[in-house]
């Protein structure tokens, strides 16, 4: 199996925190050399670590902001 590489450019804010110190983020990462995407993943507290997670562009970064904004909360 390949190496992972990843670089966090940018970490937006923390959604939740767990009690070990797990963060879920919402950050803009580099996987593996590529351009930045908008990522939520949970990560251990020295971001080396990391649990699974997706990734979106910003044009579906926008749809589900639009999504999320229909809600009825």
């Known amino acids: ?13 923390v959604l939740a ?3 070990k110190g797990w963060t879920k983020e919402l950050s803009l990462v580099s996987w593996n050399g590529k351009p930045a995407r908008y990522d939520i993943r949970e990560w251990d507290p020295a971001h080396e670590k990391m649990g699974k997670g997706v990734t979106f562009s ?3 970064l926008k749809r589900l902001r639009d999504l999320l904004n229909g ?3």
């Open 58 to 60: 910003a044009e579906e």
């Open 1 to 13: 199996m390949a190496d992972i590489t990843f670089e966090i450019q940018k970490t937006i804010g």
């Open 17 to 19: 925190e767990s009690a």
């Open 71 to 73: 809600l009825e909360l």
